[in-house]
């Protein structure tokens, strides 16, 4: 998409909090505002283009609340690929097809970053990256997670690898199974 249609959306944002709202819980519409925010505020403090930046936080979860059987459907016709994934995974794919085909809105570098919100993957962008570490560190998921918001704040690179070290650690201490996704983006940010 070209920056002007990005910025028109970002504009009429108001209008896109109305249309997202029927695709989430209350919880999820809250989180969703959240992120969006917080991926606004990374990019701005580190000279991007935040207004993109804050769609991709906002439309992330799109897919959170299609029902398993439709999300599995979903998955074998459009990403084959990943049916082996956990399916709390899909969502990240199915939120990709509902911003296609429910909002008209198809762009390749908030696609990409919509779709390794929840496992990571290795080699991401800066967006991919913003996103991924703001869904994690959303303050209204209740931990502190301060220290990590301003990390991201100062350095994106750097915040991000304290992110996925301390999301690793957390989930190790769960006893975590990792996807294959996860674990590719482990290893190639040498967390592993
Ligand atoms: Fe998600
Ligand atoms: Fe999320």
Redesign the pocket.
């Known amino acids: 998409m070209t920056k002007e249609e990005i910025l028109k959306i970002y504009t009429n944002k108001e209008s896109y909090l109305k249309r997202i709202r029927p695709f989430l819980s209350e919880h999820r519409y809250l989180?969703?505002q959240s992120?969006a925010n917080l991926c606004y505020q990374i990019a701005d403090k580190n000279g991007l283009f935040k207004e993109k930046f804050y769609l991709s936080g906002l439309f992330?979860?799109l897919g959170k609340n299609c029902a398993k059987n439709a999300a599995r459907t979903q998955m074998e016709t459009f990403f084959r690929a990943y049916i082996d994934l956990p399916d709390y995974t899909y969502h990240q794919f199915i939120g990709s097809l509902i911003l296609k085909s429910e909002f008209n809105i198809f762009d390749k570098e908030l696609n990409e970053a919509i779709m390794c919100?929840c496992t990571g993957k290795a080699n991401m962008s800066l967006m991919d990256k913003v996103l991924y570490a703001s869904?994690k560190i959303d303050p209204l998921r209740g931990y502190d997670s301060e220290f990590m918001i301003k990390a991201m704040l100062n350095n994106i690179e750097e915040g991000f690898k304290l992110v996925l070290k301390e999301n690793f650690i957390y989930l190790k201490s769960k006893n975590a199974i990792f996807d294959r996704l996860s674990k590719n983006c482990y290893q190639y940010y040498d967390i592993f």
């Open positions: 989180h969703s992120v992330h979860d919100h869904d």
